[in-house]
């Protein structure tokens, strides 16, 4: 069935039909959100120099298809993800003993931990911590004959992005799929379109219930006096994805009726404070646009500070402390930032000595573990000699790999022959910063046409990176969960030669599924 459908799929297009497609979703992009600010290397900043404009989302013209047995087994598992991540945050000490050898050679990771550090001596004002997750996977097909099964790329823990965007992209290929009702004369006939559509997808949805959660759980205000309570976005300058988080944003306001308000994070210290008189600590916010005016956050959800590039200077560290030692609820946590790097990852796939997987997951059944665990790729570390080494520095085993740093977002990894020069080429001290990690092999055949955001259209051999989203809130004191939801979905697809898969770093585009 997979070879018979990416072998003649998506149809082909003549040239008539190809441009009331690209027409059709322009129009439809603009009219329902599905945009982003352009890349300067598009509009350049002095064309626009008030950042007025908004293009179309990159987004394929048609849905991929996808194993719903991979699909299925992704939702299921999503909510043991979510326990998993939250059972690591609560074990501090197990933490810092992996953060070890990193805080050595890893600037980046050392100030989180040491944010963590000074909080802790002074004492966390909130236990309650929210976790917006979204495991990444491949499917993986390694020869023709192989039924494709399902393996994680990574899971995010901070700004896990395009959960508004991607149910845009669900809801714009089901209405060309319906286009009239009840028909599909946008696309052409293919076998793959009789009576399917994409599967819902409630990202949005769940999302933004996540955060309303959270900020329901916080409780009455704790400043003297009280003070209305609200949640605050805390956004990086220039962020090109604005209309992804106002969807967001619009089903808090208008479902939860909870007043939510977008602050840069280089003006946290600016517009927020922490009365020093007030021993719970209260994050207070005085919107720019009216001084006079405050709230209570009960809650703050980083869209910004998951890379290096977002610390300008120890101000924005501060701001990260200042932040952290609130009462407000972070989403996510230091501490659950950092559950969040690639070499946790590695280690709970590790098949040789102790069992951390089962061990943070002790209470579930043996046969859900088994099933998290065959979502791991094979992944090394680099901090030693041994196995991970040698398949990094031969060029042939090399080949089929890719070497990851402690990182979020896109643009961060090495790839295959790359990786034996790139890693010679520093110090060897330096080489346990990365993780090892075997490529994953999805449909060699698979393929889709994408309209870019400067309007260019693509066509040709592709891969397909599904990830799904969950939310969890727990108590980091006593590690008891209030809410575990899983939700929603985003489909991201990229060049079959393009290696990164970053659809803000320009290198994939938003894709939706039809399952088969």
């Known amino acids: 069935m997979a070879d018979q459908i990416y072998s003649n799929y998506p149809p082909p297009l003549n040239p008539a039909q190809k441009e009331f497609l690209v027409t059709t979703i322009k129009d439809w992009a603009t009219q329902n959100g599905l945009l982003v600010r352009p890349a300067p290397t598009f509009v350049p900043k002095e064309t626009d120099p008030s950042g007025v404009l908004a293009t179309n989302a990159p987004v394929t013209l048609f849905p991929s298809p996808f194993p719903k047995s991979c699909f299925d087994e992704a939702k299921y598992l999503q909510t043991v993800y979510n326990q998993l991540y939250a059972a690591i945050t609560c074990n501090e000490e197990w933490i810092g003993k992996i953060m070890e050898d990193l805080i050595d050679v890893d600037d980046f990771i050392s100030h989180l931990w040491k944010v963590h550090l000074s909080v802790k001596e002074e004492g966390y004002a909130q236990t309650l911590s929210l976790g917006l997750y979204r495991s990444d996977y491949m499917t993986h097909t390694p020869s023709a004959s192989t039924a494709p099964s399902l393996k994680q790329v990574e899971f995010n823990t901070i700004s896990s992005s395009f959960g508004g965007l991607s149910s845009l992209v669900t809801s714009l290929h ?96 600016d517009h927020t404070s922490i009365p020093s008189s007030n021993p719970s600590r209260p994050l207070i916010y005085s ?122 977002g896109g643009g961060n990894n090495i790839y295959k022959e790359a990786i034996p020069e790139f890693l010679r080429s520093i110090p060897e001290s330096e080489w346990k910063r990365w993780i090892l990690m075997e490529l994953i092999k999805p449909p060699s055949e698979a393929k889709n046409v994408a309209l870019r955001s400067d309007g260019e259209v693509l066509s040709g051999h592709v891969i397909g990176e599904l990830g799904v989203y969950g939310t969890i809130l727990w108590d980091q004191a006593s590690g008891k969960i209030s809410h575990n939801e899983q939700g929603g979905w985003l489909m991201r697809t990229k060049g079959r030669d393009v290696n990164e898969g970053g659809v803000a770093t320009g290198f994939s585009s938003l894709d939706s599924i039809l399952l088969y």
């Open 174 to 269: 089901t209405n060309l799929l319906n286009s009239p009702p009840g028909h599909s004369i946008a696309y052409p006939s293919h076998p793959l379109f009789n009576s399917n559509v994409p599967p819902e997808n409630t990202a949005v949805e769940t999302l933004s219930a996540g955060l309303a959660a959270a900020h329901n759980s916080y409780g009455p205000s704790k400043a003297k006096p009280a003070l209305p309570t609200c949640i605050l976005f805390v956004v990086q300058k220039n962020e090109r994805n604005t209309f992804d988080q106002l969807a967001l944003l619009k089903q808090l306001t208008k479902v939860h009726k909870i007043p939510v308000f977008r602050l840069l994070c280089s003006e946290i210290l």
């Open 287 to 408: 919107p720019p646009h009216s001084p006079d005016t405050q709230f209570e956050v009960t809650t703050t959800y980083y869209r910004c500070f998951y890379a290096p590039s977002d610390y300008h200077s120890e101000r924005d560290w501060e701001a990260r402390t200042h932040v952290e030692r609130s009462a407000a609820i972070k989403c996510p946590t230091v501490l659950n930032q950092l559950a969040g790097c690639k070499v946790v990852q590695q280690v709970l796939a590790e098949t040789a000595g102790p069992d951390h997987l089962s061990s943070f997951l002790s209470g579930t059944d043996s046969a859900i573990v088994a099933r998290i665990r065959e979502t791991f790729a094979p992944q090394y570390d680099l901090s030693s000699t041994g196995r991970g080494r040698d398949l990094a520095l031969n060029v042939e085993t090399a080949m089929n790999h890719v070497l990851k740093p402690q990182r979020e």
